[in-house]
């Protein structure tokens, strides 16, 4: 008889250094018993051997601890941001985060290996991209084939518009600064943007703006900054979808701003936190304008220059040390990188395993309170994201399907595993994610559904969580839907083995649940896609994913019956993208792939 030896795929600190066997329970059984702190170190990446669906739950169930820390860090937040008062007091909530989180990185393209422990990083030829839905073969005969590339392809190739397509063709030309002007574009900015990435407070500004307006002609960092916000005060207010109207877009502030990041860029030898701030403001202004490589390039630009400071430092401070304004920093590049790699094959600046090592940011602005907590509530869906793309659609390692007459499209992690297993994932994570959801407070937590919300940074939330709770999901819907597919072949074999998927009640429920996430980001995506954000692009391509998985559902017998009438949110979706459609740009891409999607009821209509 063959014995498997149990191992714990962590030993504790106290079992490491007695030579102990180690359970890897919290606390172990030898700790319990010699009534000793139960501590375990974090474990290098390159060590992490059991890959099992098993090991990959109690991973998940483990790493789940630090999202319950974020929980009690937004309740702190929360606790002083309250509208009813604000303590005067400025305590650090994090200290207990602080001393778990020493690490540093120790070169300008990630962290220590020796320091590394397992995390749930985006992989490497995921299948979460949305293109990777048109492969499906119910999709691909009706629509035809779709590179994985194709809409990288597209935005490599599209044009910038106005004075950014000859950025360096002219002299630098400084724009008007009436104050005025400058003022009523702060606040727009304020208002509009601001909350979305909060880098830094108002005051902070205003020092900036001042001396701006007093020095006039000073090509400095500050400068860039100031030109990046009026740009952003002025493009945040286009609603017509302009590519051409300069002064609708802000390029004569955004130009020059743009000149002088860059040079400073080339030019400069020690890393700034200043430069890490316009570039990000670079990449929203990028984003505002539907252009998802060049936001990437400018946010990539952004996470280097902060390792590298990161790493000129590392002999001097710790984790602790970092200022609020560099946490801020930290987590806009961290969230912008990872939301650019979950959506296109991008390279990675080394930024996003720090996700699990940096504390987050706290406030001590009481009127920027509400907009901290938004921030951290969306690191940690972000965060959370990325759990769910490692470990449901990275490449399946083993190459194989158990079922390899379904085809469900490129391999994924998913498909190795049988029924049970895959339930269990997929509770789990949707455990992971309803805590995130009730970690949020009350008074700012969006209500689920389809309610009309006060603000964007709340619109922005609820599409967070109904895009995880979809992708959490999508697996059972991509079995039924190649099982359906494979049914109506005339190629179908009858010697396949009894199918655990076939119309089974638990399945279907979860078809369902991920039918009605699809739906109801719809509704609630209509709000954002048709006005500028610096989730123009990103919401557009969900979209058009879930339409996608919507249209294949539709078709699928076993399905059809739990789909709604499709054909008004499909023409809001229509009419909301084919603003932005300017010919040959990603966005007329959706839109003519939304437009082939012949929904039943449009056909029976």
Known sequence: MNYTRKRALLACDFCRHRKRRCDGKKPCSTCRDSNADCVYKELPFDRVEDASPTAVIDRLARIESLLEHQSQQINQLSTRSSPISYPTSQADYFSAYQQQSDYLPSTSAGIDPQLDSPQFLIPKGHATLPVTLLSLPKVRDLLGEYPRDYFFEIEEKFPLPGLLGSLYDNPLVWPS???????????????????????????????????????????????????????????????????????????????????IMLHKLVWEFRPSIGLCQALLLAASYFAHLGRPLHSWKMAQFSSRIFLNLVESRKQHMSNADFEEVELRTFWQCFTVECDRIAELDVPRSGIEPLGDRMRLPHNTDPADNENIIYFIAEHAIRRLLNRIHNSLYGPDIQQTNPNPLIPTGPNQAWQSLGLQKLLALSAELNRQLEEWYISTPDYLRPPKGTVPLPNDRARVLRLRYYAARHIIHRPFLLQTISRGFEGQSPSSSSVLSPDPYNES??????????????????????????????????????????????????????????????????????????????DESSFAAEVHIIEQLPFSDSMEA
């Not at 399945?507 to 609630?524: D, F, H, R, W």
């Not at 919401?539 to 076993?558: E, G, H, K, R």
């Open 505 to 582: 009640p638990v399945v279907l429920e979860k078809c369902e649940t991920c039918i009605e996430s699809c739906v109801t980001y719809l509704y609630n995506a209509v709000d954002m896609i048709g006005k500028r954000s610096p989730y123009l692009w990103t919401f557009s391509q969900s979209c058009m994913a879930c339409l996608v998985i919507l249209w294949a559902a539709d078709n699928t017998p076993a399905l059809h019956p739990y789909v709604p009438n499709m054909q008004p949110i499909q023409n809001m979706v229509l009419a909301k993208l084919r603003k932005w459609a300017i």
């Open 177 to 259: 600064l009436d104050p005025s002007t400058l003022d009523a574009l702060t606040e727009n900015y304020f208002r509009n943007v601001h909350p979305h990435h909060p880098l830094f407070t108002p005051n902070m500004f205003k020092t900036w703006q001042d001396q701006l307006i007093q020095e006039r002609d000073m090509e400095e960092i500050g400068t860039s900054i100031c030109f990046c916000v009026y740009a952003l005060g002025t493009v945040c207010l286009d609603q017509e979808g302009n590519y051409d109207n300069d002064e609708a877009l802000g390029l004569h502030f955004f130009q020059p701003a743009l000149r």
